[in-house]
């Protein structure tokens, strides 16, 4: 239903807040005087939502109900149609080809029903040797080893402690640094211990004898304010062995392909003397630091990202070490993320997920004296520097990105759309609670990875996940989205940041009390509608290409230059503009078509350092056309005189 707008001038100029209905200051604004004329409805958009269904799952068998599959020694999960550990990461099957296509070094099952017996594998370990599989894709296997002979050999003395530390030490216990600012708070509440500090020099040194508890003290032993999350953590492994896939597809660690590669030398002696039973593909490590990172941002959603940046992290050090190889450890990031999943969705950690997050969200307010899931969310990020080193996100992003896939090449199909597996979206479930778990979904399909790369293209989608910029909300806007916050809630609930740049032909609808920032560069065509809450334009371009309509709740100008809408902007009687204004044009509206006005209020307000002086005046909104008038009015601190004109407002400083 069209609405119609006409206003009388009248010009005021009151204190602090002024209550100014069509006043003209010396504008030339026909429309004003005129009997009226149509305001725009809110954009319309594609009228239809994005989905993300699964994978057929009479074909393509569920990782989060088959998980109890990854076992070895079982003729009945020998195979990789019957092993959901080994089908997951089944994508290295374009790269090697084993020399038996069973679960079998160094294993052996007895007949179970319809299955055969399993004997051991004649593989000996050894590159190259009769027994040995088969290099399918020479390029992408030569780029995997020369990667790591490339990295051991320019490895520096600090990279080459970090690796011998994520060697030694607990998984669990490494990873929980990326707590950064909470890291203290965490180790102490879990009471998580280590014995490893340090090299320790000595090659007599018993390897892995980390006498510490890596997770820390569980519920059950006695540790009542986090036990529960100890045991989250400890339950996100249930399932995961990575033995299954090492002991099927039996392809060797990169120091035994090439000498060249230069292993760090406090670990020579952790090389195993039975290479038969010590296959490189995959990277348990990486699968262990995978998951117990996904388990700590799930609990912690404040420091999701930078969690993973911190698991991603321990499996680039594998590399660094010499132990393993990239695709060694893509293979263990895939594995470890879908056990994870299986664990949250649909294992053991489902019927206590909510509680493990519900105490480490009370238990490290109380240790850092937060008062509230935000103020505990500023904590998280109040340190810069050595404290944190993942406190610069577009580092950690790059990095987070550059180990999804070593800088291989696309030698597959690159024309595959993305799928997300059943059950992905828990990942998601504390980092973007205010979602649907269909709309998650959505957002992990908008974010995943191109297809094409080497072992990422499994069935279900595992492969192609970025969990990193699903964590910053939509890749593109597909379809229509409606984004419904209740600050009431707290914690992201109130108020988040999307900073991917989202493209798509779909809308955005705003509605709710929290508040909704948008900060990339965005190119979504379909349109934004501001229904209740705040909608924070952090960018020039955050929304996108399409009108902007703003019904009720407040739009919220707060980017380092002007923002910039490339369509229409209306506002109703109900909604509310607010400009944070600064140096460099930083707040100010400009909309390259038509602005209507059909009442409505005006917030402004002056970032530090910029203090205009009574006198200047100063342009607040440019387009091609201005229709209307603001209902009110407000510069805290001022008396302000506005001048309407047919293409922008104007603001006078009297006092």
């Known amino acids: 239903m069209m609405s119609r707008f006409a206003l009388r001038p009248l010009c005021l100029a009151l204190s602090t807040t002024l209550l100014l209905s069509a006043c003209g200051g010396g504008g030339s604004n026909g429309d004003d005087t005129a009997p009226g004329y149509t305001v725009p409805d809110a954009p319309t958009g594609l009228g239809k939502t994005d989905t993300a269904p699964v994978a057929d799952e009479s074909t393509v068998l569920p990782f989060v109900d088959n998980a109890f599959t990854n076992q070895r020694g079982d003729a009945r999960y020998a195979t990789l149609s019957t092993n959901a550990g080994v089908r997951v990461v089944g994508g290295f099957l374009s790269v090697w080809k084993p020399t038996t296509a069973l679960v079998d070094a160094g294993v052996t099952a007895a007949a179970s029903g319809s299955f055969p017996a399993v004997a051991t594998s004649t593989w000996s370990g050894i590159p190259g040797d009769a027994t040995d ?18 990295a051991t050999t320019r490895r520096t003395a600090a990279q080459e402690l970090a690796a011998y530390l994520d060697d030694r030490r607990g998984k669990a216990y490494s990873v929980s640094d990326g707590m950064g600012p909470l890291t203290a708070a965490w180790r102490s509440a879990a009471q998580q211990v280590t014995s490893i500090t340090a090299i320790a020099g000595d090659a007599t040194t018993v390897l892995y004898n980390d006498s510490g508890n890596n997770t820390g003290v569980a519920s059950a032993a006695g540790n009542t304010s986090f036990g529960v999350v100890v045991d989250f953590v400890n339950g996100i492994g249930e399932n995961g062995s990575t033995e299954p896939a090492k002991r099927f597809f039996k392809y060797a660690r990169p120091w035994r392909w090439s000498s060249s590669v230069k292993v760090v030398p406090a670990l020579e002696p952790a090389k195993s003397t039975t290479p038969t039973t010590d ?9 262990e630091a995978t998951r117990d990172a996904v388990a700590m941002a799930y609990v912690v959603p404040q420091r999701f ?10 499996g680039e050090n594998r590399i660094l070490a010499g132990m393993h190889s990239p695709l060694d450890v893509i293979g263990g990031r895939v594995h470890g993320q879908a056990v994870a999943a299986a664990a949250i969705a649909t294992g053991a950690d489902s019927k206590i997920r909510a509680a493990a997050y519900a105490q480490a969200q009370t238990a490290l307010m109380a240790a850092t004296g937060a008062s509230s899931a935000a103020e505990l969310n500023a904590f998280a990020h109040s340190q810069v520097g050595s404290s944190d080193r993942f406190a610069d996100r577009a580092a950690a992003k790059a990095d987070y990105l550059r180990r999804l896939t070593y800088g291989f ?3 597959g199909d690159k024309t595959r759309a993305a799928v997300v597996p059943k059950g ?3 990942l998601l479930e504390t980092r973007l609670p205010y979602l649907s778990a269909e709309q998650r979904r959505v957002v992990l399909k908008t974010t995943a990875l191109p297809s094409g790369y080497p072992v990422l293209d499994d069935a279900e989608g595992w492969g192609r996940l970025n969990l990193f910029d699903a964590a910053d909300g939509y890749g593109a806007f597909n379809g229509d989205v409606s984004v419904a916050m209740d600050a009431s809630l707290g914690g992201f609930n109130a108020s988040d940041s999307w900073n991917n740049t989202i493209g798509g032909a779909g809308k955005l609808s705003k509605s709710g009390t929290g508040t909704l920032a948008l900060s990339g560069s965005n190119r979504y065509s379909g349109g934004t509608a501001v229904q209740a809450g705040v909608l924070r334009a952090d960018s020039a371009l955050a929304l996108g290409s399409g009108d902007v309509h703003v019904s009720g709740g407040s739009l919220v100008s707060n980017g380092s230059t002007a923002l910039h809408l490339l369509g229409a902007y209306t506002q109703l009687g109900g909604g509310t503009l607010q400009l944070n204004l600064g140096a460099a044009d930083a707040g100010r509206l400009v909309v390259d078509r038509t602005v209507t006005l059909d009442g409505g209020t005006l917030t402004l307000q002056f970032r530090s350092g910029f203090a205009p002086v009574v006198g200047d005046t100063i342009r607040v909104i440019s387009a091609s056309k201005l229709r209307g008038r603001f209902t009110t009015i407000t510069l805290p601190g001022h008396t302000v005189t506005p001048t309407y004109t047919d293409t922008g407002l104007s603001l006078h400083i009297d006092a």
Do not use: C, K, P
């Not at 296959?279 to 699968?287: K, N, R, T, W």
């Open 133 to 150: 599989g088969t290099v399918l894709d020479a390029t992408a296997h030569g780029a995997n080893i020369q990667y790591v002979i490339d």
């Open 279 to 287: 296959g490189g593909f995959i990277s348990g490590h990486s699968a």
């Open 305 to 314: 990202q930078e969690m993973l940046a911190r698991g991603a992290e321990l």
């Open 409 to 411: 090449a696309q030698t």
């Open 424 to 426: 992905a979206e828990v």
